[in-house]
């Protein structure tokens, strides 16, 4: 889907299943990159070359685009291409999810290799913090958060904590899209994908060697980044 010169990394899909936005460091520099079918476009140069840690996340809508760098929250419409950015705090990992129902955004910060997790206001720009020391976090389609443990996910509701996942073997990335939450966990020799559906959990099997990490899926496809460090692509396991 995605292969310069130099690492392009931190991937997420649109709406559009030729709409992706990624991170590459082709200048020299984490820089952030709109792909469609039509063309190609940087929406952040990273002027100052701060480290962009986490992926861009996508509305609802699929109209606006959000990430972090630095200590700022930046957000880009891509019908008026105006970027506008948010100073958070310091320790900011990254955006992890944007809100379909509400004007928010989820903010992970950094926490001795955990994350906190917190809820921004777009409006007033006032945080609130929902847990402490996971591994990664997103929404489901009803806001619901989801939230990922070395080896367990669970789902945050105001009803209480449910357990989605159980794995004997470590959890290294996972995705949600409509009804399905697939995982990826570890293993001696590489990784294997899983799926969540309709409450009933399946292998779908061993993730390519060449491929690392899970990165973002939708009806389309699994996409992944590949594991070379200096030099990764993105793919799209179909």
């Not at 900011?92 to 004007?103: D, K, P, R, S, T």
């Amino acid at each position: 889907i995605v292969d310069s010169a130099n690492r392009d990394t931190l991937a997420r899909m649109g709406k559009s299943p030729e709409q992706i936005i990624f991170v590459s460091d082709r200048s020299g520099r984490s820089e952030v990159f709109l792909k469609s079918l039509q063309n190609q476009r940087r929406i952040f140069d990273n002027p100052h070359g701060v480290e962009i840690e986490g992926p861009p996340v996508w509305s609802a809508d699929g109209q606006r685009v959000a990430f972090a760098a630095g200590t700022q929250v930046y957000l880009y419409d891509l019908n008026s291409q105006k970027l506008n950015a948010i100073e958070a705090h310091a320790n900011l990992f990254a955006v992890l999810a944007w809100y379909a129902n509400e004007q928010a955004l989820l903010l992970g910060y950094n926490d001795d290799q955990r994350l906190i997790v917190r809820k921004l206001n777009l409006n007033t720009h006032s945080e609130t913090t929902l847990a402490e020391s996971v591994m990664d976090a997103r929404l489901d389609t009803q806001d619901r958060l989801i939230l990922q443990y070395e080896n367990a996910i669970i789902m945050d509701t105001k009803k209480g904590v449910e357990t989605l996942i159980s794995s004997p073997s470590p959890i290294l990335r996972f995705s949600i899209h409509d009804s399905t939450l697939l995982y990826q966990t570890e293993k001696a020799d590489g990784s294997q994908l899983w799926q969540l559906k309709n409450n009933i959990i399946s292998l779908i099997g061993d993730v390519p060697t060449h491929l690392h990490r899970l990165q973002d899926s939708n009806e389309q496809g699994v996409l992944f980044t590949t594991a070379e460090e200096f030099n990764s692509q993105i793919m799209l396991l179909k």
